[in-house]
DNA sequence: CAAAGCATGTAAGCAGTTACATGATTGT
DNA sequence: ACAATCATGTAACTGCTTACATGCTTTG
């Protein structure tokens, strides 16, 4: 379960309870996960299972009790071995892609369709994606982060460009296939 | 369950046996399954449940017998009807990228080992599929497959290059992301 | 008064994986 | 002799998802 990882990176920075660190998770679109309760609640029970993180019962007045989760010398030392493993090559899922491989029962006109559908939704993501950076690069991230490092804020950048220039790409070659399919009538 | 799709995409062009489609799918690196027995065998008992396949099974004299999978019209139908249905958008993980994230407590030495290493096993990957494009154009794709249209091949083609230029993009952006962290220095 | 936020957790399920099991046959 | 191929199937597991459950508080 990488994730967990990613929980432990966050817990590098700060402590959080397990309802900050699902809103982050939720928020961070980049990461890829959904932020569901499962997951993050059931990875901290693990963590702390295996001494990775403490915690802390805070008792509120107004608002349920939250439990503050601190990462361990063992947690910063599990975290920087996993970062240091061979990194594992990106897996793409494009289920468009699927459809368009047997798209051989489609007219013309039903398969120019579904192309152009499918690029203004990628469109559609590009711009979030270019947004989320223009805002991040004005704001800091929101989760209270102590200062970065210079070398920190250019790879986060850099990632979020990834994922904008991934969907940008997916739309040029839409485009371009498109055109030859234009091309072949 | 997507799979069964691509399922039933493979019997729309011939019949097929679970082992034949096992292997089929194992092959198809653009289709990013397995290709495993649980999820084949699995996929063509409830396609036959739901009566999207029909079986016959085939008595041999040295080998098992064999169940050969045929596309009913019902199944056809539901194929057309998925192959309209709005595309989704394409969803990449990549583990790198986390590992990238935190990269904060590695030195530059080993941030720029860790980037290197992921380099040269996306540099190895884009290889391979051009590798498979140049022999796919050149042969058949081995699966005793009937007459391809023009437009199939081009989409055919079109999927496998668009997998090559994912990673040779993503190379060149772990390149230029590794020059301006050496500037950075 | 309803909706959203705070905060935790559980249940049920889907999609996908590796590994195991059987058993004859063919190639090295 | 050992491994690979043919051919089917099962067991056990990981990772991830939606939806449900509780209950108090704040905001509109």
Redesign the interface.
Known sequence: M?IK??IL?FL?WKSFSGYELKKIFADAL???WSGNNNQIYGSLVELHGSGAVSIEVQQQEKYPARKVYTITEQG?AE??T?????????????????????????TSE?LEG?LA??ES??AD?AIMCRETIRRASSTNPGTGIPE?????I???R??DE??A???E??RA?VRS?RA??RE?Q
């Open positions: 990488s990882f990613a990176g590098s980049s990461f890829h910063r975290l920087r996993w970062l240091l493993s061979e990194p594992e090559l990106p897996i793409v899922r494009s289920l468009a892609h699927i459809q368009l491989a047997w798209a051989e029962s489609l039903e579904l559908s499918y939704q990628l993501q970065r490092s210079e070398r920190e250019l790879i986060w850099s990632i990834n994922r220039a991934f969907f790409n997916e070659w296939l030859k399919l072949l």
